[in-house]
């Protein structure tokens, strides 16, 4: 009887040792899955500084998160925010499908990009949308999975958890448009902003994924509205073209210039032959 009841108690001191380690470290923890999972998926090693939850209150934040653009873009990031609020249903915290109750983010930093046919947030979306069709699919066993499963780039072994998003909202947020091959042309506007309601509730959660396929499909859609990358281009033609005839001009006056001055010295020459008569 004292065994079982040792046995116990160990068990027990050892589900609170690892209770509260998960407690105090919970930041850290949901930090890096969400770098992981985000890096994984975009195949981009996403930046994120920190991340404080409030059990008590259910809330919590994200600090300074970075989204990076794909490669053959050349500007900074795709996307920026200093800081996210979270509003949590603690009940769901440890359950298979997490609920949040409400996503703010104000005045996130977004670079719209278009180079060699096509924009930043379009080739993230196709990247996204490869991994996600790319994904083995999940099985009870391990021997029930496919063979050619074991080769696959994704693994996504620690995808298991789901998102709903009740609420979901994105304020003030500053958009430019960038030609790349020249710095010249720019164009800033403020995005309209973005409200997404139950996202992942008909499908009772979705994966972080899906998710990102989700806000950055939503993003592509109104920098589009918002971003006229035609008339970008034709801007930046007339300039070039601008510039070539500047260049044309000054090469132009350059010549005539330096033909006047070989005239010039061929007077001078022949004034010398009549001096030297002399």
Same mark, same amino acid.
């Given at each position: ?7 116990l ?5 050892i ?5 509260f380690?998960l ?16 890096s994984?998926?975009t195949?981009?090693r996403v ?10 209150v ?7 998160f ?9 500007t900074?990031?795709a996307?920026?925010?200093d800081?996210?609020?979270l ?17 703010f ?5 977004v670079?719209?990009?278009?180079s060699?046919?096509?924009?930043n947030?379009?080739? /993230? +979306?196709n990247? #996204? $949308?490869? *991994? ?5 699919v999940?099985?009870?066993?391990? @021997? !029930? ?28 947020t500053?958009v ?14 403020t995005l ?10 008909k499908?009772?959660g ?9 806000l950055?499909?939503t993003?592509?859609?109104? /920098? +589009?509205r918002? #971003? $006229?990358? *035609?008339s ?9 073209? @601008? !510039? ?7 090469i132009?006056?350059d010549?005539?210039?330096d033909i ?7 007077d ?11």
């Amino acid at each position: 009887m004292k065994k079982i009841i040792f046995s116990l108690i160990i068990i027990s001191l050892i589900g609170l040792s690892a209770f509260f380690y998960l407690k105090s470290n919970m930041d850290e923890i949901v930090r890096k899955y969400i770098v992981e999972q985000v890096s994984e998926v975009t195949d981009t090693r996403v930046k994120l500084d920190a991340v404080k939850l409030d059990f008590k209150v259910g809330a919590g934040s994200l600090f300074n998160f970075e989204q990076p653009n794909p490669p053959g873009f050349q500007t900074k990031y795709a996307f920026h925010f200093d800081q996210a609020e979270l509003d949590l249903d603690l009940k769901s915290i440890f359950d298979e499908v997490i609920i949040i109750e409400k996503v703010f983010i104000n005045g996130a930093e977004v670079v719209y990009e278009y180079s060699d046919g096509k924009t930043n947030f379009i080739e /993230l +979306k196709n990247i #996204i $949308n490869a *991994n996600i069709n790319n994904k083995p699919v999940a099985t009870s066993s391990s @021997k !029930t999975a496919q063979p050619e499963q074991k080769d696959k780039k994704k693994t996504y072994a620690k995808q298991s958890k789901k998102i709903i998003i009740k609420s979901f909202e994105m304020i003030n947020t500053k958009v430019e448009g960038a030609v790349p091959f020249s710095s010249s042309q720019t164009l800033s506007v403020t995005l309209p902003n973005i409200q997404l309601n139950n996202i992942g509730s008909k499908e009772g959660g979705v994966e972080t994924d899906q998710l990102m396929a989700i806000l950055i499909e939503t993003l592509e859609k109104d /920098l +589009k509205r918002s #971003i $006229n990358f *035609n008339s970008l281009v034709r801007d930046l033609e007339k300039d070039i073209q @601008k !510039t070539i005839e500047k260049e044309t001009e000054k090469i132009i006056s350059d010549i005539q210039s330096d033909i006047e001055n070989l005239d010039q010295i061929k007077d001078l020459k022949k004034l010398k032959k009549l001096k030297d008569l002399f």
